[in-house]
């Protein structure tokens, strides 16, 4: 499959788990820590179902690649924590609004690491991506630089990372293989640290297991579908940093569903706006 298509597939998967996760967290009630390793564990599951229609289970490669599988994972596991830890006190809208400073940090990271380049008109269409981001955060007013948004912050940082050293392992490892130990490995990791945090969540978890499963299971499904459109893009792209960058235009599409979703209506017009910027980006980005 093209990667263009893989790339956009995976924004429209992405922007659907950014609603999955704000359900999660506001309809499970325990900790980020528990909600990082139900959501990695099911993924993991879910990842298996994926396995024949990205080529089968297959580790060749895996251990010549270990040290940025295991930094991959690292950053997952921070990440992961920090994100919740910042997702409870913020709505949808603010959220994604915060962490498209992935943006800056997978240009750079990619830059750095990737050997890309980024032609004039492409540095354009990310510096209206960028424009249509803050235009969209100032329908909210100007956010505070409190404990949610540093977490948030955080976590774009080491999502970047995450993104950066993805797009390394694509052309040498199976996309099972590295979907396997990206969900399961992060969970395991997770389970071992926080083994007693996860077990004081456990009484909580059994009075709402309706709504814990059905929230679960759909930020995890889309989680779980992010990470196939995106490996196989990286896989299949001519220049792996530029599907790291057009990957950022998912909070364009995250707040949109907010409003449709989330019913978050306040500054329709400027949201509106800001996605036809960034569609527009987008355009720049992959030309």
Do not use: C
């Not at 990667?3 to 996760?21: E, F, K, M, Q």
């Not at 909210?140 to 797009?167: D, E, P, R, T």
């Not at 909580?204 to 759909?218: A, D, G, W």
């Amino acid at each position: 499959m093209n990667w263009i298509i893989l790339t956009v597939l995976a924004i429209v998967s992405r922007a659907t788990y950014s609603l999955g996760t704000r359900l999660l967290s506001r309809n499970v009630t325990v900790s980020p820590i528990t909600l990082s390793f139900l959501l990695t564990f099911t993924t993991g599951l879910l990842v298996l179902l994926f396995n024949p229609l990205v080529g089968g289970l297959d580790f060749s490669g895996v251990k010549s690649n270990l040290f940025t599988l295991l930094f991959i994972v690292i950053t997952s596991v921070v990440g992961n924590i920090v994100y919740f830890a910042g997702q409870k006190k913020l709505d949808a809208g603010v959220t994604q609004i915060i962490f498209s400073s992935i943006l800056i940090w997978g240009g750079i990271l990619s830059v750095l690491f990737l050997n890309s380049t980024f032609s004039i008109q492409q540095v354009v269409g990310m510096i209206i991506l960028l424009t249509a981001i803050i235009m969209i955060q100032y329908k909210k007013g100007k956010i505070s630089l409190n404990k949610s948004v540093v977490y948030i912050i955080l976590s774009a940082m080491l999502f970047a990372l995450f993104q950066v050293g993805s797009a390394q392992v694509s052309s040498t490892i199976s996309a099972a293989a590295y979907l396997l130990i990206t969900s399961f490995g992060t969970a395991f990791i997770i389970f071992v640290i926080y083994f007693n945090t996860i077990k004081k969540d456990y009484a909580p978890l059994r009075t709402h297991l309706k709504s814990t499963v059905y929230n679960l299971f759909f930020a995890s499904g889309t989680s779980s579908l992010y990470m196939v459109f995106s490996f196989l893009a990286y896989k299949n792209a001519p220049d792996k940093g530029v599907v790291v960058v057009l990957l950022t235009s998912q909070v364009i599409l995250s707040v949109l569903f907010g409003i449709v979703f989330l019913k978050e209506w306040k500054n329709i017009e400027m949201k509106v706006i800001a996605g036809v910027l960034a569609f527009i980006a987008g355009i720049l980005i992959k030309s």
